[in-house]
């Protein structure tokens, strides 16, 4: 027998509009169609969605927690980058 | 990054409530125990479809069949989520189909039970999924990212079927002497198999102790059970039913209600194969495997098609 795995694609899905699309999990289907009909009976049953996308896993790249020094560190130090750095006079009021 | 820092980076995020996701370093026997624990919570979901489904066809009502099959529906929904969670720790989803269909993975051994009338669906229904609700309202903090993720949203799906299995347990304790009578012998037969559904007793649980250490089990059998027991004491006496327990009493003491002892001969086995539907229901798992499989292949031919096609 065959028995080939159907692909893993990832769902993703926009609750409501003004909202954007959030990562709710994954799914396996035979193309991209099935994709979208599965993600909507398997994730779209309680009104959770306005708006669904289903992705290819494998065309997603994702950093490697092994790099997360080198990616995430630099941002640590730069307290420069965040209003609370800079004083304002009270009497200037909420800027 | 040598083995031992590894190793510590991995203890500091269990210590600090960080979740472990699936691409962080984990030891192998983490992973393992995950992986044995997330695909039977999956094939529990999958099997647990069954015993319900027998009464699709036979509801009472309109009202009651549409909520059943949306309750089987939502367990099917449960089995992906839970196949996913495992599937981000190294094995398939055909693997995991081929392990649980050969009878060499394990389900939870409530399933085993048969369904006879129409009160066992509102007592599985009240009681089993009350005790799932219980158990994985805990698993909502377990350590494993995907696995808490599946939880929260099984969670927040599962509170309807409890919901529903004691609105069947009401009309029918409510309704005539029979139908009062059909109710208490479903808690009868449901009740020591729910508290079964906790697993052994700590002192007996030979993984509990370093599932507890890993945060992958939050709260122990033992306690989950006793919590189980003290929330359906109320509901039971609401009903007007009584529970098929002699030790059943409150103790001042302890601030819970004491309970007789598991017939844990029982539980093994059922848990070994020989409860009363085992071979049944793998029976009914393999003919829709089997049976399927030309769908599933037929679908992926057709996609493979119509990419050679547009390239």
């Not at chain 2, 389900?107 to 129409?118: D, E, G, K, R």
């Not at chain 2, 020989?274 to 499989?293: D, F, I, S």
Request: glycine share 6%; proline share 5%.
């Amino acid at each position: 027998m065959n028995s080939k795995n159907w692909p893993l694609f990832e769902v993703f899905i926009r609750s409501k509009n003004g909202l954007s699309h959030k990562h709710v999990g994954s799914l396996h289907a035979a193309d991209p169609a099935m994709a979208l009909e599965n993600a909507r009976d398997v994730y779209c049953r309680r009104n959770e969605g306005v708006s669904i996308w289903v992705v290819p896993s494998d065309h997603i790249t994702a950093s490697d927690p092994g790099d997360a020094e080198e990616l995430y560190e630099p941002a640590r130090d730069k307290i420069y980058r965040h209003p609370t750095f800079y004083t304002i006079p009270d009497e200037i009021g909420h800027m | 990054m040598e083995q031992a820092d590894l190793q510590r980076l991995f203890d500091s995020k269990i210590e600090q409530e960080i979740r472990i996701e699936p691409k962080d370093w984990m030891p192998e026997a983490y992973r393992k125990t995950n992986l044995r624990q997330i695909s039977q919570h999956a094939h529990s979901e999958v099997v647990g479809m069954l015993p319900e489904a027998n009464w699709i066809t036979r509801a009472p009502s309109l009202r009651r069949k549409v909520a059943l099959l949306a309750k089987v529906q939502d367990e099917a929904g449960h089995g992906l989520y839970l196949y996913s969670a495992a599937e981000t720790l190294g094995t398939s989803r055909d693997e995991m189909m081929d392990d649980l269909n050969s009878g060499k993975a394990k389900y939870s051994s409530i399933f085993n039970y048969p369904t006879l009338n129409w009160a066992d669906i509102g007592a599985i229904g009240w009681l089993v999924d009350g005790a799932a609700i219980t158990n994985q309202v805990a698993l909502c903090r377990t350590s494993y990212g995907p696995y808490a993720r599946a939880m929260v949203r099984i969670c927040k799906e599962e509170s309807f079927h409890q919901r529903q299995g004691y609105e069947i347990m009401m009309s029918m304790a409510f309704g005539t002497p029979q139908q009062k009578q059909m109710a208490q012998d479903a808690l009868n037969r449901w009740w020591w198999p729910a508290l079964m559904m906790f697993g052994p007793n700590d002192s007996e649980s030979t993984h509990s102790q370093q599932s507890l250490d890993w945060k992958i089990k939050r709260v122990s059998n033992d306690d989950l059970r006793q919590e189980f027991v003290d929330k359906s004491i109320p509901q039971v006496e609401y009903l007007g039913l009584t529970l098929p327990d002699p030790d059943l009493k409150w103790n001042e003491e302890r601030g819970h209600y004491d309970f007789g002892s598991i017939d844990w001969e029982e539980f093994y086995r059922v848990v070994s194969g020989n409860g009363p539907c085992n071979k049944e229901r793998l029976q009914a798992r393999n003919k829709a495997h089997n049976e399927g499989a030309w769908v599933r292949e037929a679908a992926m031919a057709f996609a493979e098609k119509r990419q050679t096609n547009v390239a």
